[in-house]
């Protein structure tokens, strides 16, 4: 069964070979979970957030887990964009299997400034950007929360990188997603994945404290399924660019669902937590799901959920 897909943009397309990608925060550079499986078979890999200068993140404890799903405030940690060049990206398979970066700047210009070194990076396939992430006090989720300041960082890194499709991650943490969805992809975005984590908190009642050094932090896993399920839907029938379903999927029935909703691909997240072969298997376990249920093609079932 052919399960490849094609994203295409309003500028440029991302060709997958199935709709299996790993989301960014959960997979750390790629490298690490080479081990678990073939990361050619993979649709797509988004590496951990990149920012122009390494970040140490927050202090510990940063990971929490929760019924049905798990918290974390990492704040971001990571080596640095040069370090990543330099030392990740050539010991991936980018020829065979994208690589998406995912970009976190505290500022527009900033975002340009990441985006422009990446941009004609031929190892690097699309640069996704990091509006929503509910764990920083810089950046982050305020520009997530804010149409203005979420379309002035999608123009930004659309005019720094002509040459990469541009894909901007949306916030659950908001109001109305679809007026979000609409003001980015207005300014220009090619793709959107929704979502990213719910902002929440866990306290140690022993303690009277906290159980995140960071006091909150981002839920994910199946506890957030259904929301992003909602957020998708919503999405998709905003706009017309392609959107990215992620939150809580951890089998192939899950992504099918993600299709049926309106999305064109997915992205596994805390399922590589519980085993990090989750991703590997879930892209092997797919074309048995489609069969079981009847689907002979992806493009049949997307979008085409009956609501009446």
């Not at 200068?53 to 974390?72: F, K």
């Not at 906290?210 to 981002?218: D, E, K, Q, T, Y």
């Amino acid at each position: 069964m052919d399960l490849s897909v094609t994203l295409q943009g309003r500028r440029h397309a991302l060709c997958l070979k199935n709709p299996v990608m790993t989301a960014s925060g959960t997979f750390g550079y790629g490298t690490e979970f080479a081990p678990y499986g073939d990361l050619s078979r993979l649709g797509g890999m988004v590496v951990k957030g990149l920012s122009l200068q390494p970040r140490d993140g927050n202090p510990c404890p940063r990971i929490v887990e929760t019924t049905a799903g798990m918290l974390n405030a990492v704040g971001l940690q990571n080596d640095g964009v040069e370090a990543f060049l330099r030392d990740k990206l050539p010991r991936l398979p980018w020829e065979e299997t994208p690589v998406v970066a995912n970009l976190y700047a505290t500022s527009p210009a900033e975002f340009a400034e990441l985006a422009a070194r990446l941009d004609e990076v031929e190892g690097v396939a699309a640069l996704e950007v990091n509006i929503s992430c509910p764990n920083v006090k810089q950046g982050g989720i305020l520009f997530g929360q804010d149409p203005t300041q979420a379309a002035a960082v999608t123009r930004a890194v659309v005019e720094a990188a002509p040459h990469k499709p541009v894909i901007v991650k949306l916030s659950p943490n908001v109001t109305d997603i679809a007026h979000m969805a609409q003001a980015i992809a207005d300014a220009g975005a090619d793709m959107l994945s929704c979502i990213n984590t719910l902002s929440g908190m866990a306290v140690d009642v022993a303690k009277r404290a906290p159980r995140l050094a960071n006091v909150i932090g981002g839920l994910s896993g199946p506890a957030i399924k259904p929301v992003a399920l909602r957020c998708v839907w919503q999405v998709a029938k905003a706009v017309d660019i392609p959107v990215i379903g992620i939150g809580g999927i951890a089998t192939a029935e899950d992504i099918l669902e993600f299709i049926l909703v309106g999305a064109s691909a997915v992205q596994i997240g805390t399922a590589s937590f519980m085993r990090p072969d989750a991703a590997f298997a879930l892209a092997e376990e797919l074309p048995d799901a489609c069969r079981r249920l009847g689907v002979n093609s992806l493009d049949e079932l997307r979008g085409a959920l009956v609501t009446a």
